[in-house]
T-cell receptor, first 114, second 113 residues
Framework: ETGVTQSPTHLIKTRGQQVTLRCSSQ?????VSWYQQALGQGPQFIFQ???????GRGNFPPRFSGLQFPNYSSELNVNALELDDSALYLC?????????????FGQGTRLTVV | LAKTTQPISMDSYEGQEVNITCSHN???????ITWYQQFPSQGPRFIIQ???TKVTNEVASLFIPADRKSSTLSLPRVSLSDTAVYYC??????????????FGSGTRLSIRP
């Protein structure tokens, strides 16, 4: 149990639709990162938020966007869904301190685009 | 960000010690080495982190030679429940670098009875 919860756990969407995934960070953590994990591959970094500001982005198009709220919960929004967006989406929260990169991951949201 | 190379897969048996080696030739001075474990359909779980020499916790040991260009995760007396994918990551944990946790392909460890 990491204290990071994601919702929903599973989701089916149609190509072209929009989706919002939610993440509740572990208490006290000020940083949240989102990852996309395709079947059989390692997680791919989408972006990170630190104190409600985007703090870096991976190689994902602008239709992937996010928000971090004052209570440090977070959303991942994906517009104009494509079939290749089908994946496990992971949220990770951490407290940025010098000397540690321990991140706590949620169970993920399994998104299927049909 | 330093790139890492690790074996695609490994097999072992219950009760054995398993060592997974990771290469990171371009590791930077401020980089730490971190290992995560992931079970199917679950998020990765932090195992251990180190900067140099040896680090040990209740589940694993991490050995880092003086040149820090490689590291070895050691799992003592593995059980079937250790079957998972193990990721080696290298990065600067400080906020100032804005470094992120970048995963490679990982090592798929299979433990047999």
């Amino acid at each position: 149990e990491t204290g990071v919860t994601q919702s929903p756990t599973h989701l089916i969407k149609t190509r072209g639709q929009q989706v919002t995934l939610r993440c509740s960070s572990q208490s006290g953590h000020n940083t949240v990162s989102w990852y996309q994990q395709a079947l059989g591959q390692g997680p791919q970094f989408i972006f990170q938020y630190y104190r409600e500001e985007e703090n870096g982005r991976g190689n994902f198009p602008p239709r992937f966007s996010g928000l971090q709220f004052p209570n440090y919960s977070s959303e991942l929004n994906v517009n104009a869904l494509e079939l290749d967006d089908s994946a496990l989406y992971l949220c990770a929260s951490s407290l940025v301190l010098a000397g540690t990169t321990e991140a706590f991951f949620g169970q993920g949201t399994r998104l299927t685009v049909v | 960000l330093a790139k890492t190379t690790q074996p695609i897969s490994m097999d072992s048996y219950e009760g054995q010690e398993v060592n997974i080696t990771c290469s990171h030739n371009n590791i930077a001075t401020n980089d730490y080495i971190t290992w995560y474990q992931q079970f199917p359909s679950q998020g990765p779980r932090f195992i251990i982190q180190g900067y140099k020499t040896k680090v040990t916790n209740e589940v694993a040991s991490l050995f880092i030679p003086a040149d820090r260009k490689s590291s070895t995760l050691s799992l003592p007396r593995v059980s079937l429940s250790d079957t998972a994918v193990y990721y080696c990551l290298v990065g600067d944990p400080g906020y100032s670098s804005a470094s992120k946790i970048i995963f490679g392909s990982g090592t798929r460890l299979s433990i047999r009875p």
